[in-house]
């Protein structure tokens, strides 16, 4: 399976835009890049998906290098709801299961 | 709609003692699924449902066994625990439509084995 390289942590100020990076070098050609979050002491939720082309939804934004080698999450303006562990995740599109590595742990300061 | 629901949230085993977790979800959902967490640790699959009356093993399936009798209910069962199966167990469930990857999270049951 195809791997991801995320930071461990990071850290970010409230209200101020975060960018978090993951890494997928031999991501394949049908590997959807997932990402989810999981609140403290929470089941963890989905935040967005994509293949190519960047995304946009209600919580993020999901922006693609050409190459897909490597993806971004953006959190336009964070919050202090949004400090969680942030987990990357490479799934095939008829993929049935997801394979969670350890994630990034976003810190926001008030 | 409640979800994905799971019971017990809280439970403490001596070792060798056998319990059943139950997953519990209304939304239809054909694909459903068990993960273990554990303490500052990514989740790690199971067992996994791709509908009623399958199962199937996921990257970590030994000392488990799993049930999947009615859709909307997906059972995680262990006969003997011992502590290294002290963890923070989720259950998920999701569509299996093209084009639909969202997985739903119960909100966990804490197991301590001692």
């Known amino acids: 399976d195809a791997k991801t390289t995320q930071p461990n942590s990071m850290e970010s100020n409230e209200e101020e835009p975060v960018h978090l990076p993951c890494n997928h070098s031999?991501?394949?050609?049908?590997?959807?890049i997932h990402w989810y979050r999981q609140l403290p002491s929470q089941g963890p939720e989905y935040v967005i998906h994509?293949?190519?082309s960047n995304v946009n939804n209600r919580m993020a934004s999901l922006a693609i290098a050409e190459d897909r080698k490597s993806s971004t999450l953006i959190l336009h303006r964070a919050t202090l709801r949004d400090a969680a562990v942030y987990y990357c995740?490479?799934?095939?599109?008829?993929?049935?299961?997801?394979?969670f590595g350890s994630g990034t742990q976003l810190t926001v300061l008030p | 709609n409640a979800g994905v629901t799971q019971t017990p949230k809280f439970r403490v085993l001596k070792t060798g003692q056998s319990m059943t977790l139950l997953c519990a979800q209304d939304?239809?959902?054909?694909?459903m699924y068990w993960y273990r967490q554990d303490p500052g640790m990514g989740l790690r699959l199971i067992h996994y449902?791709?509908?009623?009356?399958?199962?199937a093993k996921g990257e970590v399936p030994d000392g488990y066994n799993v049930s999947r009798l009615k859709k909307q209910n997906f059972l995680l069962g262990l006969e003997s625990a011992a502590p290294s199966q002290t963890s923070v167990y989720f259950c998920?469930?999701?569509?299996?439509?093209?084009?639909?990857?969202?997985?739903?999270f119960g909100p966990g049951t804490r197991l301590t084995v001692t």
């Open positions: 998920a469930s999701r569509y299996s439509g093209r084009g639909s990857y969202e997985q739903y």
């Open positions: 031999t991501i394949s050609g049908t590997d959807y």
């Open positions: 994509g293949l190519t």
């Open positions: 995740i490479l799934g095939s599109g008829s993929a049935r299961q997801l394979t």
């Open positions: 939304m239809n959902h054909e694909y």
């Open positions: 449902s791709v509908g009623e009356g399958t199962t």
